[in-house]
């Protein structure tokens, strides 16, 4: 296994994880911030450019993790590099959508 591996499986699980939400709310029939909404990543999209854009996210996840390397489950190095990258990707779109919708900042009751 080669560093370039473990870069693909981190990449992975970025994908892997930004593909939930788009999904999601998609299905839900719900808009929600994409790279194609104007502005980008601030306006809204359609359900449907959501999972078409959850879809592809999956997608390149899929290639990322599988198709490069031999992504073995039980190695912890593999698991570690695709979850960081979940986690980290996880954390960023926590904060940056946050905004847009008060979860930054919930208000208690």
């Known amino acids: 296994m080669t560093w370039l591996h473990l870069v693909s499986y981190f990449f992975g699980g970025i994908f892997l994880a930004n593909a939930i939400p788009h ?3 998609g299905m839900m029939g719900r808009p929600f911030q994409t790279p194609f909404a104007k502005p980008p990543g601030k306006g809204l ?3 449907t ?3 078409l854009w959850g879809f592809f996210n999956a997608v390149a ?4 993790v599988v198709r490069v390397g031999i992504f073995d489950l039980r190695s912890i190095r593999d698991v570690l ?3 960081v990258g979940a986690l980290l990707i996880s954390l960023q779109l926590a904060r940056h959508f946050g905004q847009f919708h008060g979860g ?3 208000e208690r009751s």
């Open 104 to 106: 930054n900042s919930p």
């Open 45 to 47: 999209s359609s359900s």
């Open 81 to 83: 590099a695709l979850a």
């Open 61 to 64: 996840g899929y290639l990322l």
């Open 49 to 51: 450019v959501n999972v």
């Open 23 to 25: 999904f999601v709310s």
